[in-house]
């Protein structure tokens, strides 16, 4: 099972980014998914999460009305469209999904692994 995340790079405040999780070793349209994030010096926090399906939702406080979570189960590829990024956006974006076919989608790291290599999205000023 692997998760690959993509499509990170260095924009200025204001500006769209969407990343890409690729998953690859499993069914990839029988598990939810979640993208989580991490600051330089803080720990990892929740940004958005969808159901095997796609037709829940979850997002962080922070980021609602600004990001969206959506995916194409034909291309395996989950997706986080960013928009009106701001400098406290900045930090390393992992995607993960939940363990479970079927599963729940939560906000706790603890019901998510196979935690794919991240992507670091730098917004500045």
């Known amino acids: 099972v692997q998760l690959q995340a993509s499509g990170g790079g260095s924009v200025q405040a204001g500006d769209s980014l969407r990343l890409s999780c690729e998953a690859s070793g499993y069914i990839f349209s029988l598990y939810p998914v979640a993208w989580f994030r991490q600051a330089p010096g803080k720990e990892r926090e929740f940004v958005a999460a969808?159901?095997?399906?796609?037709?829940?939702?979850l997002y962080a406080e922070s980021v609602k009305s600004r990001f969206t979570i959506s995916r194409d189960n034909a291309k395996k590829t989950a997706y986080l469209q960013m928009n009106s990024l701001r400098p406290e956006d900045t930090a390393v974006y992992s995607c993960?999904?939940?363990?479970?076919?079927?599963?729940?989608?939560?906000?706790?790291?603890?019901?998510?692994?196979?935690w794919g290599q991240g992507t670091l999205v730098t917004v500045s000023s």
């Open positions: 969808i159901s095997w399906s796609g037709t829940y939702t």
């Open positions: 993960a999904r939940v363990q479970k076919r079927y599963g729940e989608i939560t906000y706790s790291s603890y019901d998510y692994g196979n």
